[in-house]
């Protein structure tokens, strides 16, 4: 999986005219998302940028502060970096294939200069409650790995999705996604945030793992995840 591709798709994106914006009605949004064409709040916009820095924070902040996270910083990295590129890349690439139109475009009293831009043409699924939710479920997993006995997990758990959580609403607030973009983000992200520790704990615990290679690559131009699984070994 490569964020070149994603990349590419992005750039491919051809933003809607005036004309084309002025022909939208939110009639045409199913029931479940319409809801959503009524908001706009560039301030609920930033303010989602704040929670989703404090759950990298968290992140960062419990590697870090935690002895035995400390001592294996480089795993604990690598496994983080793994996760970024996966959801980033497969989201990244899905927002270039639907270009959905994003909630406040339908909105009247969102300024023009925002609807017409190539972001606005990428709404599914939520960035930033994938983001959001693969870092909250990679932390708690890892502390929970780390510390399986800690009466702190609970807290850990309840803090980095509480943070998850407000980053969607926000992004719901401000206009900027639809339920079903963020529910989707929400999942894929819980989904990669999980996988990527534990396909690590079957790496380093079972005789699969052991035949399981799992490493990020670059190019230069591109970043993804290389993956190579040896069926046979003596």
């Given at each position: ?71 294996d910083i480089k795993t604990v990295g690598v496994m983080f970096i793994e996760t970024m590129l996966i959801a980033n890349g ?77 980053t969607a609403v926000l992004r719901y607030e401000g206009g900027l996604h639809y339920p079903s973009d963020l ?52």
């Amino acid at each position: 999986m490569s964020l070149g591709a994603s990349f590419a798709l992005s750039h491919s994106i051809e933003p809607l005219t005036q004309t084309e914006i002025n022909t939208l009605n939110s009639a045409d949004v199913n029931a479940f998302d319409r809801k959503a064409t009524s908001h706009w709040s560039s301030g609920a916009d930033k303010l989602s940028d704040v929670t989703l820095a404090g759950n990298f924070a968290l992140a960062g902040l419990l590697t870090i502060g935690t002895k035995p996270m400390r001592q294996d910083i480089k795993t604990v990295g690598v496994m983080f970096i793994e996760t970024m590129l996966i959801a980033n890349g497969i989201e990244r690439t899905v927002k270039g294939i639907t270009q959905r139109t994003r909630p406040f475009v339908y909105n009247p009293s969102a300024p023009l200069d925002e609807k017409i831009t190539r972001d606005a043409r990428q709404s599914f699924f939520s960035g930033h409650a994938t983001n959001a939710f693969a870092t909250a479920v990679f932390t708690s997993e890892v502390f929970r790995h780390y510390f399986p006995d800690s009466k702190l997990k609970p807290v850990v758990w309840v803090g980095s999705l509480g943070l998850a959580t407000a980053t969607a609403v926000l992004r719901y607030e401000g206009g900027l996604h639809y339920p079903s973009d963020l529910l989707a983000g929400a999942a894929f992200g819980s989904l990669v945030g999980w996988g990527i520790p534990k396909l690590h704990e079957v790496k380093n615990k079972s005789e699969l793992g052991r035949r399981l290679d799992i490493q990020p690559w670059s190019s230069g131009a591109a970043n993804g995840i290389y993956m190579r699984l040896a069926v046979f070994s003596r």
